[in-house]
């Protein structure tokens, strides 16, 4: 039976006709083209994914190194503060004074106090406390060591915000302890870092102590809780495995997320970046579905075409080849006028199908009349500069203008004019080095891309000028006859504001308009120009 079915399947070419054939054909030739953009888009698509996820594990980054140079900063100040005499003095009221002015100075700090070294609050920034910290870890550990000591997030009994203490032990000349600097630092950064998440991801900030407590959520998130610990979730356990990293999976509000981590050590809090992948793919998808629409547009087309092609070049071929045999086999032509059959006509019919891709892809970018790029390239070349510069590209633009080309065309006519055109592509090439680009835009008008002109010299764009100025005034011959064209030259550079191709063409065809202005035969640079758009 199966044998059967293959025999049947290897016979069903030579049961088809020959249209059948062509047209098969022709789908097989746009198969693999249809199969390599989708895997081109699915590549772009997981690319975009992998592009967000990379953003999101740099602000986590940046989370951690900024909370890592608030706590220098804060050290810095307690450091500073117990110099001041009034702290010194731990005299509560001269001491809440200085401590009441200070704070408002600092704002990543919540609150600053004098402990005494028995645990104490001798005076703090809001006057005289009877709170005791004696029964703290983070104090008991200070009184130990006599080093700078940092706590974990703590929550607020009051505000219900999480806070980290800092407290300095000050020691006197025998290395007694004589007070301690008290530094509340609150998490006002990580809105911040929640707002620029937002922008760039969508996403939620979240941070977590070292025992996996939910301290921060930024925006607020009601499908977590404060100060609940998420140590058996998944996530969190990857959070507590490694120092950074991705997660793609359930988040803590039970949402299918994406979470990017990172923190300054095993035992320090984790901050986390977070969006739901829904969201952040939608866009993602949605470009994806378009591609996809265009994408069988495309295919349906060249289907179409390639059946158009197939009726009307080759079938048509084909038959005129069979009435010519039928007609010889009826006496009706002589072998001199018989037409001779093409070999291999879908050989060729494929070759004419890539070759036609190949010089539609070729014409896209080239002028047809000088063979130089056109502006469709000059766009892509120059976007390209906009996204690899880290500010303005290191360019310039000549726009220039043939002086006298109009005459030409209408003493001469067309075919002189093409040719003068041609002979203007062949010098302005002549005239810059081989980085640079020449490209036609159309009619009479032509752009100079020089690229780096400040390694050859400030100057650089205006010595090109003058070169092609000088080129251009040589006569030109053409049938026996010598043509002169001139041309007016305007320049212009991306500069802060002015960054797009067309601002920057916009600025050198008014420069090259005064240029025409002053008298022809000349360059103005647009910075030289008077006026708001200078």
């Given at each position: 039976m199966l044998k059967s079915i293959i025999r049947g399947i290897c016979r069903l070419p030579g049961r088809l006709g020959l249209r059948a054939r062509l047209f098969l054909l022709v789908i097989a030739t746009l198969l693999p083209l249809f199969g390599l953009v989708l895997s081109l888009v699915e590549s772009m698509r997981q690319d975009e994914v992998s592009a967000v996820v990379s953003r999101a594990l740099l602000l986590a980054r940046q989370g951690a190194r900024t909370q890592a140079g608030i706590l220098r900063e804060a050290r810095g100040l307690l450091e500073t503060l117990s110099f001041v005499p009034a702290v010194r003095s731990t005299d509560p009221d001269s001491c809440t004074d200085f401590l009441a002015k200070t704070l408002p100075m600092h704002p990543f700090l919540t609150g600053l106090s004098v402990v005494a070294p028995d645990g104490r609050i001798v005076c703090d920034d809001l006057g005289p406390s009877r709170v005791d910290i004696a029964d703290r870890s983070y104090f008991q550990r200070a009184s130990s060591t006599k080093v700078f000591t940092v706590s974990d997030y703590i929550l607020g009994r009051t505000s219900g915000k999480a806070v980290r203490v800092a407290l300095l032990p000050v020691l006197d000349p025998s290395r007694n302890i004589r007070f301690h600097m008290l530094g509340g630092i609150d998490l006002i950064w990580v809105q911040q870092l929640a707002q620029e998440a937002a922008l760039e991801t969508e996403g939620?900030?979240?941070?977590?102590?070292?025992?996996?407590?939910?301290?921060?959520?930024?925006?607020?998130?009601?499908?977590?809780?404060?100060?609940?610990?998420?140590?058996?979730?998944?996530?969190?356990?990857?959070?507590?495995?490694?120092?950074?990293?991705?997660?793609?999976?359930e988040g803590l509000d039970g949402q299918e997320r994406i979470t990017a981590f990172a923190s300054l050590g095993t035992e320090d809090p984790v901050i986390a970046v977070s969006f739901r992948r829904d969201q952040i793919l939608a866009a993602i998808d949605q470009r994806w579905r378009v591609s996809l629409a265009v994408l069988g547009l495309v295919f349906i087309g060249s289907i179409v075409g390639g059946w158009l092609l197939v009726e009307l070049?080759?079938?048509?071929?084909?038959?005129?080849?069979?009435?010519?045999?039928?007609?010889?086999?009826?006496?009706?032509?002589?072998?001199?006028?018989?037409?001779?059959?093409?070999?291999?006509?879908?050989?060729a019919l494929a070759l004419s199908i890539q070759e036609m891709g190949q010089a539609l892809g070729s014409l896209a970018h080239k002028d047809r009349l000088t063979g130089l790029p056109n502006r469709l390239q000059?766009?892509?070349?120059?976007?390209?500069?906009?996204?690899?510069?880290?500010?303005?590209?290191?360019?310039?633009?000549?726009?220039?203008?043939?002086?006298?080309?109009?005459?030409?065309?209408?003493?001469?006519?067309?075919?002189?004019?093409?040719?003068?055109?041609?002979?203007?592509?062949?010098?302005?090439?002549?005239?810059?080095?081989?980085?640079?680009?020449?490209?036609?835009?159309?009619?009479?008008?032509?752009?100079?891309?020089?690229?780096?002109?400040?390694?050859?010299?400030?100057?650089?764009?205006?010595?090109?000028?003058?070169?092609?100025?000088?080129?251009?005034?040589?006569?030109?011959?053409?049938?026996?006859?010598?043509?002169?064209?001139?041309?007016?030259?305007?320049?212009?550079?991306?500069?802060?504001?002015?960054r797009s191709l067309d601002d920057v063409l916009r600025r050198a065809d008014e420069a090259m308009y005064a240029a025409k202005q002053a008298g022809k035969g000349r360059f103005v640079q647009h910075s030289e120009l008077a006026g708001p758009s200078a």
């Open positions: 939620d900030i979240l941070i977590l102590d070292g025992k996996g407590t939910l301290l921060a959520s930024e925006p607020r998130n009601d499908g977590v809780t404060l100060g609940r610990s998420y140590r058996p979730h998944p996530l969190v356990q990857a959070m507590m495995s490694r120092t950074e990293g991705v997660f793609d999976g070049s080759v079938l048509r071929v084909v038959k005129n080849l069979q009435a010519a045999a039928d007609r010889m086999t009826r006496g009706e032509m002589t072998g001199e006028g018989a037409v001779e059959r093409p070999a291999g006509p879908l050989g000059l766009e892509r070349v120059f976007d390209a500069k906009l996204r690899n510069a880290e500010r303005e590209p290191d360019c310039a633009l000549l726009f220039i203008d043939l002086d006298g080309f109009k005459s030409i065309n209408d003493s001469l006519g067309h075919l002189a004019g093409d040719a003068a055109l041609r002979h203007v592509a062949k010098r302005l090439l002549s005239a810059v080095r081989e980085r640079d680009m020449v490209v036609r835009l159309g009619g009479d008008e032509f752009v100079v891309l020089i690229n780096e002109p400040e390694r050859a010299g400030p100057d650089f764009p205006e010595m090109v000028a003058q070169r092609i100025l000088a080129a251009l005034r040589e006569p030109m011959t053409w049938s026996g006859r010598r043509i002169t064209v001139g041309c007016s030259i305007g320049i212009a550079r991306p500069t802060e504001g002015c």
